[in-house]
């Protein structure tokens, strides 16, 4: 019986510790140490069901004893306020007033493209029409846009550019080649896209762009042939 409770702990903690290296994607609305009960819980009720062999004793003494882990964690949670942000993690500052934060998203697993998607779900289409951006610890998204946003995003921006590399899908949607896009980043003294977080344009001329490690800046070009979209 002791034994079923230390194996259970053991599940326990290590499940919690891969669910915080996992990132923010992995953990939906809930808090890490929520899920992971979640998922043995409906684990260990299982098994006694569908096995014989295993008496349904050993299924009621783990649950029982994730309920007490649980309880245990839900304390160091609200008393201990260190321990907070390692059981539940803490809220991740994608973007703040000199453009996205590189280093929070790598940390949470996540992408340019996988923000432009949260900001899209939040409302916000242009990178440059929010002024603050972040993953809450329970994974959702939330977003503080600027003054008269809505202005600022008449035109669906593609991402052209994503971490060094082009989009091609996107290129072919705009029916604009690399070139185009080189030529703006000569003209800013950008020899490489490599250099380049990120690169969005949209339909009316507008470019957001934003090279490591440093702040975005936003450029008005015309498109060839007066192209829009």
């Not at 079923?4 to 939906?28: C, D, N, P, S």
């Not at 846009?145 to 899908?169: A, C, R």
């Not at 003209?187 to 702040?215: C, F, H, N, P, W």
Request: charged fraction near 25%; aromatic fraction near 8%; include cysteine.
């Amino acid at each position: 019986m002791v034994l079923v409770i230390i194996r259970t702990a053991i599940i326990f903690f290590a499940l919690l510790v891969i669910m915080r290296l996992m990132g923010k994607r992995q953990i939906g609305e809930m808090q890490p140490f929520e899920l992971v009960i979640t998922l043995l819980i409906a684990e260990l009720a299982c098994i006694p069901m569908s096995d014989a062999s295993i008496p349904l004793l050993y299924g009621i003494v783990s649950v029982i004893a994730i309920y007490v882990l649980h309880e245990i964690v839900m304390l160091f949670d609200l008393k201990i306020k260190p321990l907070k942000s390692l059981i539940s993690g803490k809220p991740s500052l994608v973007i703040n007033k000199n453009g996205i934060d590189d280093y929070q998203l790598k940390r949470n697993n996540l992408d340019v493209s996988d923000l432009m998607e949260s900001l899209r779900a939040a409302g916000y289409f242009s990178l440059d029409c929010v002024d603050y951006a972040l993953y809450e610890a329970n994974g959702t998204f939330s977003a503080l846009p600027k003054e008269d946003y809505d202005k600022m995003q008449t035109s669906l921006p593609l991402v052209i550019i994503d971490n060094g590399k082009f989009d091609k899908k996107n290129l072919a949607l705009c029916g604009l080649g690399e070139a185009f896009f080189l030529e703006i980043l000569a003209r800013e003294g950008i020899k490489s896209q490599k250099k380049v977080l990120v690169l969005t344009a949209d339909g009316t001329g507008k470019i957001y762009l934003q090279i490591k490690k440093r702040k975005f800046q936003v450029i008005r070009v015309s498109y060839p042939d007066g192209k829009t979209w």
